[in-house]
């Protein structure tokens, strides 16, 4: 079992930053993929960004690509999502979620939290 706990949302004006936290505890921490989605109001959840175990390996989805970077902390046991240049588009409900590999597939995590807040103004 791993639990989830997501921190870092709020309300941020357009070209804003903001740096998501997801502090993950039960598991050991290193040996698992970490990803955050978003889901937005009245549309369906999406992938945003995805990390390996060792790090390596980062993946991002082409809507935040070059402005949202994801990193990891094994010793801390949390992994961040460092949100610049934000856009209105970008506010949604942010999950991190845990699973055997870096990957878009929601149906890859197994463990998810229960989300934090982003609101992007205009």
């Known amino acids: 079992q791993v639990q989830l706990v997501e921190s870092g949302g709020g309300l941020v004006q357009a070209g804003g930053s903001l740096r998501l936290s997801c502090a993950a505890s039960?598991?050991?921490?290193?040996?698992?993929?970490m990803g955050w989605f978003r889901q937005a109001p009245g549309k369906e959840r999406e992938f945003v960004a995805a990390?390996?175990?060792?790090?390596?390996?980062?993946y991002y989805a082409d809507s935040v690509k070059g402005r949202f970077t994801i990193s990891r902390d094994n010793i801390k046991n949390t992994v961040y999502l460092q949100m610049n240049s934000l856009k209105p588009e970008d506010t949604a409900v942010y999950y991190c979620a845990a699973g055997s590999r870096a990957t878009n597939d929601q149906r890859h995590h197994d463990y998810w939290g229960q989300g934090t807040s982003v609101t992007v103004s205009s």
């Open positions: 990390i390996s175990w060792t790090g390596l390996a980062k």
């Open positions: 039960g598991r050991t921490f290193s040996n698992i993929a």
